[in-house]
């Protein structure tokens, strides 16, 4: 059957282009012809709107003298030579007046509100900036706001968003007490429950004050964009990293700015430590480092916390074991140390050999300690070592065996982590309402901006070795057998499990994952390692 051919409406493309074209081009004449009349019309319905809201306004008794008014002035209009021609063109001209494009008017400087809170803030500094003996001072009594504080922003609620000080050259700016005083009279005078950031130009003798925006709290856990050997530890302010991946949110797609951690033989900061208050999201977390590794790499969980938060861990392929007492934690913590020390001397024996080391030592291996200090605790009271000790291996010679060491701590228990937990977890992260000089504590380094009060789960600071203090807001990775957790993101965690091992062929499972009890796992895999051995060897 032959093909009819297609309407020449439908294949003449480039005549529909001429004719939408001509259309527009049309359409760009007719509105600069009747441009006039339309300024016209657009100015009489101002003008009519005005009248009505006049007439809505008058009072009862008044309305009939200003009718009689008008009448006498329109029977005057009319009497006269050319009046109603002359009355017309007035209000044309009234109208076209009204209805003209007048450009929104700039604004040059703050209201009379945001002068006197810019007024307030520059008397706060003037103790803190004056010295007597200085001939002109930037900061005098009774002197104006502008003489030192320039570029001011506010927000809806004539509140400062941003201001540039520039203070003397001789402020003391190297010193931290006082930039501390600074940054607290700015924090205060500026409104609280924000945060802030200082930044400081030496310099120029100039102190930027920036509010930033609350970091977004609607990326949950997913698989990330990463190299071999990243995690994604949360999400950090735009700018702060030279790096965005794309992620998921109810929204849609977008790119974020990721805080990565990386792990292995070439990390200057290959295990971490996580401090927090309860219910600051630690445990979230270590359960988003935990679905991350999953795919390439081999878990150990030791939860002293006994909550149940890991259960949905327990079985799943790639999970070597979930301990919550304090016997399996030992037995676990024990296993690790020997395997550590096990892929040494297969790793040590393979470059003798000049061959590559096996593959089941080039498996990450992580470890995972939520509140250790519990287990140290009981420990004590049975009169046993604390099974902290049996992190030391692992943390000193993990690196080079490709074995991660995470620990998550109270606040209030830092003092209870053993001396070799602080002194080789060099990425450090701090969650939850913490005090500067407690973020400081943990960092090393006070945090750039000024922490508020109330923050949700999951938000606070990080700092990977020797690099800055970043703001950080950890995914979303909730318990998915929680009963309080939206089923949207139960089902998102449990989409990211791996199977259970029973669900899987024997064929198919890693060579360290467990068959059966966790004490059986251990004679099978520590049985053929030879003697520990010292770092020398």
Known sequence: MARRPLPPILTGGDRLVRGRELARTAAE????????????????RTLAAATRRRWAGTPKERRGP?????????????????GPLLALLAAMGVAGWTGRDRPAPERTGPDEAEAGRLQALYDALVPHFTVAEHPGPLFAHGA?????????????DGRITRLQVAYPPYFPDG???ARARIEQV????????REYLFDWDEEGNRLLMTVLPPLPTDIAAQRFVTAPGESVLGFTDEGAVERTVPVTVSSGQRDAPPVLWRTGPRSPAPHLLVAGEPGSGTTGLLRSLALQVLPYGDIVVVDGGSTGDYTSLTGRAGVLAVECGLAGA????????????RRLIEANRA??????????????????CDRPSVFGHLAAADGRPDPQELLRVPLRHGRAAQVTVVVAEHLDALDTLSEDVTAHTRARVVLGAASPALVEKVLGIPPHTTPTPDVPPGRGYVRIGPAPVLRLQVPATPDPYDDTVGEAHRRTVLALLPPRQQDRPFEERGKH????????????????VPAPVTAEG
């Not at 600069?32 to 019309?41: G, N």
């Not at 009718?67 to 030579?81: D, G, K, R, S």
């Not at 104006?144 to 809806?156: I, N, Q, R, V």
């Open 175 to 177: 010193d931290p007490a």
């Open 66 to 82: 200003v009718l009689f008014l008008t009448a006498a002035c329109l029977l005057l209009v009319v009497l006269l030579p050319y």
């Open 351 to 368: 470059r003798q050999s000049g061959r590559l080391a096996p593959e089941d030592t080039r498996r990450p291996l992580w470890i995972l």
């Open 330 to 341: 030992r037995t676990g913590l024990e296993w690790a140390a020997r395997e550590t020390e």
């Open 513 to 528: 994952e467990q068959h059966g009890t966790h004490e059986q796992a251990v004679e099978q895999v520590v049985a053929p």
């Open 29 to 44: 004449s007719a509105t600069d012809v009747l441009h006039p009349l339309i300024t016209i019309a657009r100015g009489a």
């Open 144 to 156: 104006e706001w502008s003489t030192a504080l320039t570029g001011p922003d506010f927000d809806g």
């Open 186 to 193: 700015l924090h205060a005078k500026s409104g609280r429950g």
